[in-house]
Structure formats: structure tokens, C-alpha cells
């Protein structure tokens, strides 16, 4: 069964007891993880209790696959259900997973964490169809998922955050949740508990110099400036960051775009859709935003998200180098920034 998103956190706290293994995939492995460590808390709260928990990787089945029955048919010698955890698992394991969910041993719960599988995937389908068992995508955090997730860790320390802060937060957090959860946890030893964070706190403490060139690049190819653009490509790069985090940060942010053109069709102007935007726009940020809103019209934003995802879609089926093909989409888009201006800015 696929598990709607709307459910997920219930369902990662509490499974229904008719499901006996899941699967955690998508391209945020923090979050991947973090799923996978919910769940298995769910069924064994002591996730060293080696009684109870047995760990299994790609290589392990590999070199002897009937390892994932004997592990599911093993019976505690505690009280309490047994917890089977796969680290990496991928299509190559979708053949011997679909003769063991046709057909499980034991009561345990199989946790099985992934990286990102395209919808044809045979693990997937193994997974989605079998009666016992459930897969979950995980995604990163859109803005609103983000917030709420910053919100939640400073209040569950009654600390306090400022509107500004939520907003530098959401903009340069997100691709990975443990990430995420491991800056908001140096924030949270920074504020202290029943304190409060406001913007120059975020900024002293966050270590987001890749974010920020990120920032840069996409904020250079939204407002048509090839020079900024190339300079700041060549610092993402450098720093490490894949072609695939830079396009999806590229489509995330036309999509924004998107939202706010369409508030201006109707007569809406420029300053109030950056007013009203929510999550809030970083102050700084907010005059960028105006000379985009200004260059794009609802139609060729369109356009852009096309020729984006296409880019994503190209660098996961052909072969050919992601990041040559990051650049390509990220000129092109700078290309039709310059290309026109709203008549009516």
C-alpha cells in the first residue's frame, strides 16, 4: 500500500498492525532516516537492544539472501516484537523481496530504507502492492513543512523565534532533514531554553555557506544575470553541492514565482504579493524578488519550470553529466529572464 502524506506521521507512531515491513525511500535521506528511526521506535523503543533489532545491508542479502527471512522468523528473547532494518536497498533486492512478502515469516517489523526510486521501480511495486506492507516517499521539506518543523523543535524548548528568522531558516535549510534537525539543534543550545532567536542569531550560528551560494545562483538565473550566475555555479560546485540539489533548488523557487505572478494577473501589485508571501520572503532578498517579479510573466515562468524539470528528468534517464546539464537549464533560464518585462511592473 502506498501510505497517503497526510498519514504518514501518524502512521510512522502508530502502524497499522497489519503492515510487517516498509519501505522508506526518496532523495532527503536525512529524512529517510529519520522515518526509518520513528517507526522502528514505534516497535522497539531501544534501538540498541540487539536482542530485538537485527541491522542488514545491501551486501549482506546479497551474499545470502535467505539472512532477511531467518532475521523476520527469529523469535525475541525479551518480550516485544522484533525490528529487521536494510540500509541501501534498491531494486537489486525487488526479486527477493517479492517472494518474502508473498509470503512473511515471524511477526517483526521490516524497516527498509532506500534512496530516491523512480515510479516504475520494482521495489517499489513489490512494496505498494504486497497486502502486509507500505512504502513512503520522502521528500524534502517544502517551505510550509519547514517552518512548522522549526517552529516545532524551538517550542518543544519554549524558545522563541522571530518572523525574520523563520524566514532565513526556511530559505537556507531543507534539502536534508538530519541536517535540518542538526543546525536547529545548535541554534537551540545557542538560544537556551525559555530564550528567544531572532535574525543575527540564525545568521551567527547557521553553517549554510553552501546554501547561500546556492541562494546566489538561483537568484542570479531568476533575475537574468549570467556573470553572478557563473560565479556562483562555480562556488556551489565547489563546495561540493550536486547538480541535482541546484536544479530542484531552481524549481522550487520558480514554482514560488509562479504562486506570486498569479497574484498580479488579477490586478495585485508587486509589493503586496511580496507582503502577503508565506513563508515570509527574507527582507534581504526582497528587492531581488520585486526586479523578478518584474522581468517574469505567469506564461514564461511556465516555461521555466518546463525547461527545469526537463533538466532533471534528462540528468536521471540519459546519462549525460549532471552538472553540464544544470548549467545548461540554469543560463537558459537566466537567458529568458533578460528575455522581457512585466508591461505592467
Not at 15 to 37: H, K, M, N, S, Y
Not at 100 to 112: I, Q
Request: glycine letters at 6%; one cysteine or more; charged letters at 25%.
Amino acid at each position: 500500500m502506498k501510505v497517503a502524506a497526510g498519514q504518514i506521521e501518524g502512521f510512522l507512531r502508530r502502524p497499522d498492525p497489519q503492515i510487517r515491513a516498509v519501505l522508506l525511500f526518496g532523495p532527503d535521506a536525512g529524512l529517510v532516516r529519520e522515518r526509518a528511526d520513528t517507526l522502528a521506535r514505534a516497535v522497539c523503543p531501544d534501538l540498541r537492544d540487539p536482542f530485538r533489532v537485527a541491522e542488514l545491508t545491501a551486501a549482506t542479502l546479497a551474499a545470502d539472501p535467505a539472512r532477511l527471512a531467518d532475521e523476520a522468523a527469529q523469535i525475541s528473547l525479551m518480550a516485544g516484537r522484533r525490528v529487521v532494518r536494510l540500509r541501501d536497498a534498491g531494486d537489486q533486492q525487488a526479486p527477493l523481496f517479492a517472494r518474502f512478502l508473498a509470503d512473511m515469516p515471524g511477526d517483526a517489523m521490516v524497516v527498509a530504507e532506500a534512496g530516491e526510486l523512480p515510479s516504475r521501480s520494482a521495489l517499489r511495486r513489490a512494496f505498494e502492492e504486497a497486502a502486509h506492507a507500505a512504502a513512503i516517499g520522502c521528500y524534502p521539506d517544502n517551505a510550509r513543512d519547514l517552518a512548522a518543523v522549526i517552529r516545532d523543535t524551538f517550542a518543544a524548548h519554549r524558545i522563541a523565534i522571530s518572523r525574520d528568522a523563520v524566514a532565513f531558516l526556511v530559505e537556507h535549510l531543507g534539502g536534508d532533514r538530519l541536517l535540518t534537525r542538526a543546525e536547529l539543534e545548535k541554534l537551540t543550545l545557542y538560544a537556551g531554553a525559555g530564550g528567544r532567536i531572532e535574525l543575527a542569531d540564525a545568521q551567527t550560528v547557521i553553517s549554510d555557506s553552501a546554501a547561500l551560494s546556492l541562494d546566489d545562483a538561483v537568484l542570479a538565473a531568476a533575475e537574468g544575470d549570467a556573470a553572478a550566475l557563473d560565479r556562483a555555479l562555480a562556488r556551489v560546485f565547489q563546495e561540493g553541492e550536486s547538480a541535482v540539489t541546484v536544479i530542484r533548488a531552481l524549481l522550487r523557487h520558480l514554482h514560488r514565482l509562479h504562486v506570486l505572478s498569479i497574484q498580479l494577473i488579477g490586478g495585485g501589485s508587486i509589493d503586496n504579493a511580496i507582503r502577503n508571501a508565506r513563508p515570509p520572503i527574507f527582507f534581504k532578498q526582497q528587492d531581488s524578488w520585486r526586479r523578478q517579479l518584474q522581468r517574469w510573466t505567469e506564461p514564461r515562468l511556465r516555461d521555466a519550470l518546463d525547461r527545469a524539470a526537463e533538466a532533471e528528468f534528462r540528468m536521471k534517464q540519459t546519462g549525460l553529466p549532471a552538472e553540464t546539464l544544470c548549467r545548461e537549464a540554469m543560463f537558459a533560464v537566466a537567458q529568458m529572464a533578460r528575455a522581457g518585462t512585466r508591461s505592467a511592473a
